[in-house]
């Protein structure tokens, strides 16, 4: 029973265009969200996070989304870089938290220069 | 030194075997994880330390045997594996709290002959 799920196994985007990553999640008891970037042979790497009680989290490029009520989020890029290319993981912890992160099974990015 | 670093990066073990993965941190973290993750599959949690005790184990078989002999090391005793535990294993810290991101080592890639 996947509680994180990332349908789009792959995606494919321009560069200097946006790429959107999306997430859904079945836990209401999640309440924290990650998004981490991995490239072959490399651990994960975290990129960006939000909390629930926020609905928009920006950090340069990265724009993280958050919709409690459909337990959506997505990672917008913009502008997309060849250097963007990775697999994205989408990743929730419940609240209290203890660092008890589910991961979704990926989303793999490749920005086309 | 915001690395974790895992050794070894590649190992091969027969069934009967006994061999252990290495993780190193410098960071001052006091949570540390490890994860296993299977091909096209997310990472999946075993074990959680935090101040150098389990605090977290997923039901993980007894063939897997975590240590954790000071606040920069965590170890995985292997024993008596099977083929389906080849896996990439990830270790990873973090700062003890809530609403914190983990910092991954590169893996291990295990394979179980």
């Known amino acids: 029973d996947q509680q994180v799920k990332q349908n789009s196994p792959s995606l494919s985007v321009q560069?200097?265009?946006?790429?959107?990553?999306?997430?859904d999640y079945t836990n209401s008891m999640f309440d924290y969200f990650l998004w981490y970037k991995k490239y072959p042979a490399e651990g994960p790497t975290f990129l960006i996070s939000i909390s629930s009680i926020k609905d928009k989290n920006e950090d340069g490029r990265f724009t993280v989304f958050l919709n409690k009520s459909?337990?959506?989020?997505?990672?917008?890029?913009?502008?997309?870089?060849?250097?963007?290319?990775?697999?994205y993981f989408c990743a929730a912890t419940p609240s209290g938290g203890y660092q008890k992160v589910?991961?979704?099974?990926g989303t793999k990015l490749q920005v086309i220069p | 030194d915001t690395e974790v670093t895992q050794t070894p990066k590649h190992l091969v073990m027969g069934m009967t075997n006994k061999k252990s993965l290495k993780c190193e941190q410098h960071?001052?973290?006091?949570?540390?994880?490890?994860?296993?993750?299977?091909?096209?599959?997310p990472p999946e949690?075993?074990?959680?330390y935090s101040y150098e005790k389990l605090s977290i184990n997923e039901s993980v078989p007894s063939r897997f045997s975590p240590e954790c002999p000071n606040s920069s090391l965590l170890n995985l005793h292997l024993h008596a594996l099977q083929p389906e535990d080849s896996a990439l294993y990830l270790c990873a810290s973090s700062q003890e709290g809530l609403n914190t991101e983990a910092f991954f080592g590169q893996g291990t890639r295990l394979t179980v002959v």
């Open chain 1, 70 to 87: 459909a337990k959506h989020l997505s990672l917008h890029i913009v502008p997309s870089q060849p250097g963007d290319s990775a697999v």
């Open chain 1, 102 to 105: 589910t991961f979704g099974i």
């Open chain 2, 27 to 41: 960071m001052g973290h006091r949570a540390m994880y490890w994860y296993k993750q299977k091909a096209k599959k």
């Open chain 2, 45 to 48: 949690l075993m074990f959680v």
């Open chain 1, 15 to 23: 560069e200097g265009r946006i790429s959107i990553l999306n997430c």
